[in-house]
Nanobody
Framework: QVQLVESGGGLVQAGGSLRLSCVAS????????MGWFRQALGKEREFVAA????????NYADSVKGRFTISRNNARNTVYLQMNNLKPEDTAVYCC????????????????WGQGTQVTGSS
């Protein structure tokens, strides 16, 4: 089992940047593909980005391609989400998630979730 704790959220003006971090504890971090998802108020949770165990494969939602970058530091048991050129529509609670089964954009593939961190983009 793995525990996940996110940090780095906040309020940022349109066009600004934030970097989210997610620290994992418990089982070996390199057993898991990692993903970031977000859920805006009144909407379903949606995929944002994913990264494979050793970082060789990444995938992004079309809405964030070219603006967001996912990365991981296995020595620090941490996955990051660098968010640039933020827009008001990026406002959501961002959660990191871990999957032992397969690299995926599907939230049902992820068995472990953090509590989330709020990101608010103001216009």
């Amino acid at each position: 089992q793995v525990q996940l704790v996110e940090s780095g959220g906040g309020l940022v003006q349109a066009g600004g940047s934030l970097r989210l971090s997610c620290v994992a504890s418990g089982r070996t971090f390199t057993s898991y593909d990692m993903g970031w998802f977000r859920q805006a108020l009144g909407k379903e949770r949606e995929f944002v980005a994913a990264i494979s165990v050793y970082g060789s494969i990444t995938n992004y939602a079309d809405s964030v391609k070219g603006r967001f970058t996912i990365s991981r530091n296995n020595a620090r048991n941490t996955v990051y989400l660098q968010m640039n050129n933020l827009k008001p529509e990026d406002t959501a609670v961002y959660c990191c998630a871990a999957s032992r089964t397969r690299f995926s954009t599907d939230r049902t593939s992820y068995g472990y979730w953090g509590q989330g961190t709020q990101v608010t983009g103001s216009s």
